[in-house]
Structure formats: structure tokens, C-alpha cells
């Protein structure tokens, strides 16, 4: 049974830093893509980060483009977000999530486990 289990949520000033982590339980690690997506209050969940596991091939929406930063440590099956630089509208709830797939894509559907999120909050 795949688990996922995000930390490292906190409530932080802008231009400050988090680092989240998300310990994984039960998932081929070699073979599939893992990411980070968030889901502020009345909007869409939108991906942020993703790597595929096979080779560590990373990918970025945008807007965390510079800021944040994905890697895995596969001594200890953790996939963590680095994140700098924060903004005010980088709050939201942060999910991490794995796809058995063998490549990687931000479709939200294609990655069939999911964490319980942990909270990130930015003040201006």
C-alpha cells in the first residue's frame, strides 16, 4: 500500500523560506513521477513541481520557475520542495503525489496517490 506523508508547512513573512518533505511507504521509487501541487482557497489544484524518478529529470510550473526546487533522496524515499524567495500567493495547501507512469505529466488524473497536504501561509 502506497502512503504519502508531506511536512514542513509553516506560516512565513515573504522573501522567506520552507522546506517541505513528503516520506513515501510502499512505492516502486524507480519507476514513476512524484510532484507537488497546491490548492489555495477557491481556486484549482495546480502542479508546481515535478521529477521524474527514474533519472531525477525535474519540471516547473512557471511561476516557482528560479524559486523552488524538487529532489528526491532515495536512501530515505522522501521527495522534498525547497522553497525560496516565497510570495504571498504561493499560499495554499501543498500535496505531494506519485503516478505509476513512466514519464511525467501535470495532469492531476494520472497520479492515483496523494498525501493529506500540509499548509503553507505567506504574510506580506
Known amino acids: 500500500q502506497v502512503q504519502l506523508v508531506e511536512s514542513g508547512g509553516d506560516s512565513v513573512q515573504a522573501g522567506g523560506s520552507l522546506r517541505l518533505t513528503c516520506a513515501t511507504s510502499?512505492?516502486?521509487?524507480?519507476?514513476?513521477?512524484m510532484g507537488w501541487f497546491r490548492q489555495a482557497p477557491g481556486k484549482e489544484r495546480e502542479g508546481v513541481a515535478l521529477?521524474?524518478?527514474?533519472?531525477?529529470?525535474?519540471y516547473y510550473v512557471g511561476s516557482v520557475k528560479g524559486r523552488f526546487s524538487i529532489s528526491q533522496d532515495n536512501a530515505k524515499n522522501t521527495v522534498d520542495l525547497q522553497m525560496n524567495s516565497l510570495k504571498p500567493e504561493d499560499t495554499a495547501m501543498y500535496y505531494c503525489?506519485?503516478?505509476?507512469?513512466?514519464?511525467?505529466?501535470?495532469?492531476?488524473?494520472?497520479?492515483?496517490?496523494w498525501g493529506q497536504g500540509t499548509q503553507v501561509t505567506v504574510s506580506s
Open positions: 503525489a506519485a503516478a505509476r507512469i513512466s514519464y511525467c505529466t501535470w495532469t492531476l488524473e494520472r497520479f492515483g496517490y
Open positions: 510502499g512505492y516502486p521509487y524507480s519507476s514513476g513521477c
Open positions: 521529477t521524474f524518478t527514474g533519472d531525477g529529470s525535474t
